[in-house]
């Protein structure tokens, strides 16, 4: 059993930046990739960034280009989000997630990861 855990969330102000961390808990996750994910309220919840299990690949979602960035440091079992100028609408909780199959590149599908963390409320205000 593993289990994801979120901080780094809080009040922000537009152009602040920003490190959100999930952490794997319980287990190595070296061999899988994670995925960080966002929902606001009244939406879907939003692919952001996912990072594959050695680190070497990385994905973001179409509106998140060139503002966050993903990495990971697996001696630590951890996975960062760093987000750089957030905007209003970047308002969210933010969710990591860790890839049900091992040696992936990291999904933009939720269901493609099986372990969730409970979130991380960001709020940015302009």
């Known amino acids: 059993q593993v289990r994801m855990v979120e901080s780094g969330g809080g009040p922000l102000q537009a152009g602040d930046s920003a490190r959100l961390s999930c952490v794997a808990i319980g287990r190595s996750a070296s061999n899988h990739a994670i995925g960080w994910f966002r929902q606001a309220p009244g939406k879907e919840r939003e692919f952001v960034a996912a990072?594959?299990?050695?680190?070497?690949?990385?994905r973001y979602g179409d509106s998140m280009k060139g503002r966050f960035t993903i990495s990971r440091h697996n001696a630590e079992n951890t996975v960062y989000l760093d987000v750089d100028s957030p905007k209003p609408e970047d308002t969210a909780v933010y969710y990591c997630a860790l890839a049900s199959a091992a040696y992936t590149s990291g999904e933009m599908e939720p269901g493609a990861y099986n372990y969730w963390g409970q979130g991380t409320q960001v709020t940015v205000s302009s």
């Open positions: 990072i594959s299990w050695n680190g070497d690949t990385t």
